[in-house]
T-cell receptor, first 114, second 111 residues
Framework: KAGVTQTPRYLIKTRGQQVTLSCSPI?????VSWYQQTPGQGLQFLFE???????NKGNFPGRFSGRQFSNSRSEMNVSTLELGDSALYLC?????????????FGQGTRLTVV | GENVEQHPSTLSVQEGDSAVIKCTYS??????FPWYKQELGKGPQLIID?????GEKKDQRIAVTLNKTAKHFSLHITETQPEDSAVYFC??????????FGKGTRLSVIA
């Protein structure tokens, strides 16, 4: 069974640009969560999607947005990039929600803003 | 909201020794406590988890203990090997809320 796939693996963008990251969850998994990982702040929750609806949102500015498609694939978008957005963005998929099912992470997308 | 504290931030042990990483959480409603291992250039990998109705769980050289009264849980790795070197994260969740992670522990196993 294929794991969580994130594309692209690496991105370099300029301040002010926007970026879209993609996540394909494990087949059959319906919940996708996004996290930002930085050396200083660790893993910080961005948002969670289940059945194409945002279920939870972390404490990030409105420049960070996401969506989920009917096949459970998810994208996140960051507009007007800032230097501080440089981070590893991780996607995790779970079978469902409401029960504490295991979360499986992808390898992440390393975003560098210059 | 939930807050998870993890200690120590770095840990060096000799190969064959045991390693212990401790976490505390703040929300008494949390009932799911996974541990993740992250190797360089990879995403976090779930290595073991424990739920609030269980006090201890073992899987070969890895064990996790949970004390709900004190709101802390620990990861124990016995007979450490060089391939155990990685960053370990604890996390807590109440079920419908996202996982809240500790800041991580960088474990180095010295051969």
């Amino acid at each position: 069974k294929a794991g969580v796939t994130q594309t692209p693996r690496y991105l370099i963008k300029t301040r002010g640009q926007q970026v879209t990251l993609s996540c394909s969850p494990i087949s059959g998994h319906r919940s996708v969560s996004w996290y930002q990982q930085t050396p200083g702040q660790g893993l910080q929750f961005l948002f969670e999607y289940f059945s194409e609806t945002q279920r939870n949102k972390g404490n990030f500015p409105g420049r960070f947005s996401g969506r989920q498609f009917s096949n459970s694939r998810s994208e996140m978008n960051v507009s007007t990039l800032e230097l501080g957005d440089s981070a590893l963005y991780l996607c995790a998929s779970t079978l469902g929600r409401g029960v504490n099912t295991e979360a499986f992470f992808g390898q992440g997308t390393r975003l560098t803003v210059v | 909201g939930e807050n998870v504290e993890q200690h120590p931030s770095t840990l060096s042990v000799q190969e064959g020794d045991s390693a212990v990483i401790k976490c505390t959480y703040s929300d008494s409603a949390s009932n799911y406590f996974p541990w993740y291992k992250q190797e360089l250039g990879k995403g976090p990998q779930l290595i073991i988890d424990i739920r609030s109705n269980v006090g201890e769980k073992k899987d070969q050289r890895i064990a996790v203990t949970l004390n709900k009264t004190a709101k802390h849980f620990s990861l124990h790795i016995t007979e450490t090997q060089p391939e155990d070197s990685a960053v370990y994260f604890c996390a807590a969740s109440t079920g419908n809320t996202p996982l809240v992670f500790g800041k991580g522990t960088r474990l180095s196993v010295i051969a």
